[in-house]
């Protein structure tokens, strides 16, 4: 059903998708620089037909603040002319002064050059302070200078406004724009419609700002992919009181539609069917968000070195989810000391307490066995590897485990 979802509404063929052929734009994660210049974001001037040939004084200061010469010259080139280097080391002198690091300085400077000519103290320092004084640490620009760019009456401050009224504080306004920075681009005449789409399927208020402090980079997706998406989860048997529709809909935004079904055949290759797939997906969305290197390694971890069952796998689908090295080889580790030690059984349900919550494993099986068996601390902070799960050492149950879920 996953798959046939998007190869319904697909002018590409599937085999062509798969082999990785294709196209399409994913307005969540489209290009913060293209968006500027198709929407005028930069004066006229800055705007203009590139030079011919790069300025060599504008390439050498753009390496100077860290750029490579590759990529100075070809800002230089596209619609950067650094005709004032005072100018350009004050706007440098000002983020340091709202509390930048070198670091950000340079990334400022590499992700949004042309800041480096508009007048610091009439043009960027307002916009500090602005954001200071809504409680951001003005540094968290470093992600996203363009904004920079945006008018402060006229863009800014009735943007933060207009999230203030569907978020209802300061503090949410704060965590949904700093996880997604750049959602702050979108101009109200296209995130109102948005909000209004979201309203007429039946969202309720809350669920929309719950849906904003998610990802508010959906205010970038069109209103007909809005449509579809909602049409999407409907079929799919998600309602939008569904305790996983807002983090699906975030997916299925998210994804170009050739990637989806791309990776629902990646699944499938693993012989996953389509029931465990759409059950996993209702429970944990973003396994779909996974890349699909990371995928493949994770599966054939639990396959070949676990001897897990595909099924017992998606029956669990965060396991997908944590990081191999930070997470799960660090439990198995600790697990197979205490096996070894006797401390634990050696028939236990093993996915369970992978994907446990941190703090519950190491109370359960780090804290409780540390003075017994030291070597449990260093395994759980990753400085033993885990090298298997010796013969006979651990019995995996997982018929137990597919009897638990049936």
Not at 189 to 208: K, Q, W, Y
Not at 316 to 324: A, G, K, N, R, V
């Amino acid at each position: 059903m996953l798959a046939s979802i998007c190869r319904r509404r697909l002018a590409i063929p599937l085999p062509q998708i798969l082999a990785g052929g294709g196209g399409g734009t994913n307005p969540v994660r489209s290009s913060p620089v293209v968006a500027l210049l198709s929407h005028g974001y930069y004066s006229a001037a800055a705007a203009a037909a590139p030079d011919p040939e790069p300025c060599p004084a504008t390439v050498s200061y753009l390496v100077s603040c860290g750029l490579p010469p590759a990529t100075a010259a070809a800002a230089a080139a596209r619609y950067v002319r650094i005709r004032d280097l005072d100018r350009a080391d004050a706007v440098r002198a000002l983020l340091r002064e709202y509390g930048f690091s070198e670091a950000e300085v340079t990334r400022t400077v590499r992700q949004d050059p042309a800041l480096l000519k508009f007048d610091p103290d009439r043009i960027i320092r307002p916009k500090l302070d602005f954001f200071l004084s809504r409680g951001f640490e003005p540094r968290f620009l470093a992600a996203e200078p363009h904004i920079l760019a945006r008018s402060l009456d006229n863009h800014l401050v009735p943007c933060i406004e207009f999230l203030r009224g569907i978020l209802g504080s300061d503090d949410s306004v704060r965590t949904a724009v700093c996880r997604v920075p750049r959602a702050l681009m979108v101009d109200l005449d296209r995130a109102r419609p948005v909000v209004e789409a979201f309203r007429r399927h039946g969202l309720p208020e809350e669920s929309i700002a719950k849906l904003l402090l998610i990802h508010m980079g959906v205010l970038m997706v069109p209103l007909d992919r809005i449509a579809e998406a909602f049409d999407d989860l409907k079929e799919l048997g998600l309602s939008v009181t569904d305790t996983a529709f807002l983090y699906s809909f975030r997916v299925i935004c998210s994804l170009k539609r050739e990637t989806w079904v791309r990776k629902v055949a990646l699944y499938r290759s693993f012989g996953v069917c389509e029931a465990d797939l759409l059950r996993a997906f209702k429970t944990q969305p973003y396994i779909l968000l996974v890349s699909d290197e990371s995928v493949k390694k994770k599966v054939r971890f639990y396959q070949e070195v676990l001897k897990l069952e595909i099924g017992d796998v998606m029956a669990q689908p965060m396991t997908l989810s944590l990081s191999l090295e930070k997470n799960v080889m660090p439990r198995c580790a600790v697990l197979s000391l205490l096996m070894r030690e006797g401390k634990i059984e050696q028939k236990m349900k093993l996915l369970p307490a992978l994907i446990s919550n941190s703090t519950v494993f190491s109370e359960r099986f780090v804290w409780k066995y540390a003075k017994d068996v030291p070597d449990v601390v260093q395994a759980f902070e990753g400085k033993i590897k885990f090298q298997g799960f010796g013969d006979g050492e651990f019995e995996l149950l997982s018929h137990h485990m597919t009897a638990a879920k049936s």
